[in-house]
């Protein structure tokens, strides 16, 4: 026969997972369009998934027998019609009851005290192997940059933008993604619930994160410290891609920007229309740093960070006014012509 | 049991009322200039209660917005003011006033006062709070400046630098925010003394410290921590002013500055902040609970530590609203230590109030309705308290709904509550009339199932990975049906506040008549008329225990026997 504390944390892991289950996902594997932190992939999300567990276990223990008490007191000794008029019998106090629950909830914050410090220890904490892919990742109202160095003998530093790639690591040969975070402006933090907890970007306060994703696909995020008028659509997207994936999204964004004879016009408007002024493309003039790098624009399947896909028609409209996509981005509507939207329109559309 | 067992020999004055009629200008004037606690007590009430309705009418704009995914029911900027505004608005324009309400109508009444300590710093406390929410809602109209951009605040009530600062925060939206929070600052300052040298000082004969009610013990406490609390605040605005309009470099990071030193100068106001508003609930439910379960209150002594303890513990949590800001491991698990600490004395008030109802006669008026609901919701507030305090659970749910779910439990699950609560069974006291009760009922439940369905259902939409301070959201996030019901429940809300407003408004020209004493209390406060006289007793009372009415009522059995 179990104790009776055993059957009541029964209960009470049973209703949450009922209640989670409600709310649309239990456990399921993989990258999902919910970010839920229930849905860990990642070894310090799901660190953080077997630790929130085991507090949920105590919390609803301490739920069930409190809560309990009080309804039992509400029914137990609620004023009936006919009673007396008497006052009940007063009760000042009990020395010996006042210390047993003060001892008790002592010795569960030792508990919680001690499971919660090992689990701080070994995330943030923890050695980065020789195999550890590192990215420079950097807020900016309102997107994000992310700073790759060079891979092996070949290619060179390139700077990714908005859509973060990541290899897929596994449990025999870890290859986790170590990611330094900067801010080039005001405090951002970098969330993505599956992978891992949040932490800050904070100028002049270089932080860092680490992830090391089980499973290959697409995981979504967004920033998670208000940063600004569009901090709603700061939005994160992580790709974990297999080894191979990997190779060859790395080997394309070393190169420099293609440059194809037939969208000169284009460019020519890029580059002296002030676009260049804040956009970079490798290996032309443009070497703006304050808007992101174009240099593989098409690579990419959303614009405005995230929050549209990258379409013709919207990359058009984005450039024609952003304001009218994502209002307080801080790109200007630069009052181009037809012709002249048209000209650079096919000019990014070339830049794979 | 009304009026003619009362009770303290001489305490009424039997002597006919022998005013005149008053004409409109003269009571506004007397109003205006009065320094009596009561009626200053009643201006910080309608104060917060119109706040309430302010702050409570841009949670209704910001949940219609937020009811469906990629909404323009707002733009972004006028989201983002509607979310900094409400909540500058519910803790520093309803929040600290509503504490100021209750110290100044009850603590004088309960301790057998004629008055506060200091009446004139008492009516300066409160102007300046008045006026400086008034300033903080000029700056709709003054804010835009010489840029003309931005009009209110739009930097969430923590306004982290270096977004506060004139690089990213031109116009003068931010600088009202700043002034304000002096302003009503200073305010809470001179309330906070006030009610010091009051307990110390103005107590009456045979009442000493541990003869005083426990509402006037938690409101005691409360003055003392607000002195510690508002120092940090005020500095860290004064600094934030100086940067950006004298040159400094305190939060300017692009001249080397720190974003982190502006985070522990607010929190270290912004954490014990949340005791400071949350021990006015502790008060009302202490006198609440034991009235209306019939049986003096359960370990006094320990309650008495418990707040203490409570308000010590709570100023070395500040850090852990800043576990995702990259403190070092050991530094992120001190604060866990720390915080998890809180739960003990906290744990301890609840155990007393459950011991004092059990074994009582349970009496379910409006009162203590919201009171049970209180004791359900801070138990809960307090364990997901518990959740948020696990640092690495914490840098998943940080910034999430979950925290927003969690802290509106005890701002309104708790505080607000006992604000209801307490509003219900002092309004007779202050008015010489009763609330309705049909009302109250109405009020009560359609209150309760609002906030259940509103709250309840926001934690679990942060687990699913919904940052808080977002004006939209995509649709395939599978976040829009909690959203929704979320939003309902909001509207509930809404409808409830409005039956309370038209109770409270009703009931003071229609109530029933109260009588001195109609729920048969305990404390001071109740030996008086309804509503108490400008000098609140003829005579000087005289205590032997803490609970002075019932010695009188009980005179076979009084509370001093077991002192």
Excluded at chain 1, 126 to 140: F, I, K, Q, R
Excluded at chain 1, 307 to 319: H, K, S, V
Excluded at chain 2, 271 to 283: I, S, W
Aim: with cysteine.
């Amino acid at each position: 026969m179990l104790p009776k504390w055993l059957r009541v944390e029964r209960i009470a892991r049973l209703a949450v997972f009922s209640a989670l289950a409600l709310s649309g996902h239990a456990m399921a594997e993989g990258p999902q369009a919910t970010p839920s932190i229930f849905a860990p992939a990642s070894t310090p999300a799901t660190q953080i998934y077997h630790l929130s567990f085991f507090i949920l276990e105590i919390t609803a223990a301490i739920f069930v027998a409190v809560a309990g008490l009080l309804t039992y007191v509400i029914i137990r000794y609620r004023a009936r019609t006919g009673d007396d008029e008497s006052e009940p019998a007063q009760v000042y106090g009990s020395n010996q009851v006042e210390l047993a629950w003060t001892v008790i909830p002592i010795l569960i914050v030792v508990v919680l005290f001690l499971t919660t410090a090992r689990v701080i220890f070994a995330i943030q904490d923890a050695p980065m192997p020789t195999a550890a892919l590192e990215v420079t990742a950097v807020g900016h109202q309102f997107w994000w940059e992310y700073r790759y160095p060079k891979q092996g003998l070949v290619g060179q530093d390139f700077v990714a933008v908005n859509e973060l790639h990541v290899p897929l690591s596994s449990t025999d040969h870890p290859t986790p993604t170590y990611i330094k975070l900067l801010s080039a402006d005001v405090d951002h933090s970098f969330w993505v619930p599956q992978l891992a907890g949040k932490t800050d970007l904070i100028p002049n306060h270089p932080n860092d994160t680490w992830i090391d994703p089980l499973q290959s696909g697409l995981y979504v995020g967004q920033c998670a410290q208000f940063c600004g008028v569009q901090h709603a659509n700061m939005l994160l997207r992580v790709y974990v891609d297999t080894p191979e994936q990997f190779a060859a999204w790395l080997a394309n964004q070393a190169k420099p920007g293609i440059q194809d004879p037939s969208v000169v016009a284009g460019r020519h408007v890029f580059e002296t229309q002030a676009c260049m002024n804040c956009h970079a493309v490798q290996g032309t003039a443009a070497t703006g740093r304050f808007g992101p790098d174009l240099t593989h624009l098409m690579s990419r399947d959303t614009l405005a960070s995230g929050m549209i896909p990258n379409t013709r028609d919207n990359l058009r409209q984005w450039i024609k006014d952003p304001n009218t996509i994502k209002p307080g981005c801080l790109m200007p509507a630069m009052q181009l012509s037809e012709d002249q939207l048209d000209q650079v329109t096919n000019y990014l559309e070339t830049l794979k | 049991m009304a009026d003619q067992t009362l009770p303290i020999h001489g305490a009424l004055d039997l002597t006919p009322p022998r005013e005149r009629e008053h004409t409109l200008l003269e009571t506004l004037h007397s109003w205006v200039t009065t320094v009596d606690h009561k009626k200053l007590g009643l201006m910080y009430m309608m104060m917060s209660i119109f706040f309430l309705l302010v702050g409570g009418a841009e949670a209704i704009f910001i949940r219609i917005q937020l009811a469906v995914p990629n909404n323009h029911f707002v733009s972004p900027q006028t989201f983002n003011r509607l979310f900094t505004m409400h909540g500058t608005t519910m803790v520093f324009l309803v929040g600290m006033p509503l504490v100021f309400a209750w110290a100044n109508y009850i603590v004088p009444l309960q301790i057998g006062a004629r008055d506060m300590a200091f009446p004139r710093l008492n009516a300066f406390s409160f102007w300046l709070t008045l006026f400086g929410g008034l300033f903080l809602y000029y700056s709709f109209i003054g804010g835009p400046g010489l840029y003309g951009t931005g009009s209110a605040p739009d930097v969430t009530w923590w306004a982290y630098a270096p977004l506060t600062l004139k690089a990213f925060s031109p116009g003068h939206a931010t600088d009202y925010w700043a002034l304000a929070l002096i302003v009503t600052g200073f305010g809470t300052i001179g309330g906070g003394i006030n009610i010091i040298a009051t307990v110390i000082s103005m107590r009456c004969k045979g009442m000493t410290l541990m003869r005083m009610p426990l509402f006037s013990w938690v409101m005691f406490v409360d003055g003392a921590f607000v002195l510690i609390v508002i120092t940090p605040l005020t500095a860290s605005q004064v600094m934030l002013l100086i940067d950006r309009y004298l040159g400094g470099h305190f939060f300017d990071t692009q001249a080397g500055g720190s974003a982190t030193v502006w985070m522990h100068f607010f929190w270290i106001f912004g954490h014990p902040e949340v005791y400071v508003l949350v021990f006015p609930a502790f008060a009302i439910a202490s006198e609440v609970i034991q009235v209306f379960s019939r049986k003096a209150l359960f370990g006094y002594p320990a309650m008495v530590a418990a707040i203490i303890g409570i308000a010590f513990v709570s100023v070395s949590v500040w850090a852990h609203h800043m576990f995702t800001i990259g403190m070092t491991s050991a530094g992120n698990a001190f604060f866990v230590l720390s915080t998890e600490l809180v739960g003990i004395p906290t744990g301890i008030k609840i155990f007393n109030w459950l011991a004092t109802m059990w074994g009582g006669k349970i009496r379910f008026a409006t009162p203590m309705l919201f009171a049970i609901a209180f004791l359900f919701q801070f138990l809960c507030a307090g364990l997901t308290g518990i959740m948020l305090s696990i640092a690495p659970w914490n840098w998943q749910l940080h910034g999430s709904y979950f925290v927003i779910a969690h802290f509106h439990y005890i701002l309104v699950g708790a505080i607000v509550f006992m604000v209801f609560s307490g509003i219900y069974y002092w309004f007779p006291k202050a008015t010489g009339r009763m609330m309705s009760e049909t009302l109250g009922k109405w009020h009560f439940w359609l209150f309760f199932i609002g906030f259940h369905l509103t709250f309840d259902t926001m934690h679990f939409v942060g687990f699913e990975g919904m940052p808080r301070w977002i004006y939209t959201y995509p649709a395939d996030r599978g976040w829009q049906n909690i959203n929704l019901v979320v939003s309902i429940g909001g509207l509930i809300q809404g409808i409830a506040v409005l039956i309370f407003a038209y109770n409270l408004i009703s009931s003071l020209f229609k109530g029933k008549i109260a009588g001195n004493d109609p729920w048969d209390a305990w404390t001071l406060e109740w030996a008086t008329t309804s509503p108490p006289p400008v000098y609140n007793f003829a005579t000087d009372p005289v205590v032997r225990s803490w609970r002075p009415l019932w010695d009188l009522k009980h005179p076979e059995n009084p509370d001093w026997k077991y002192d």
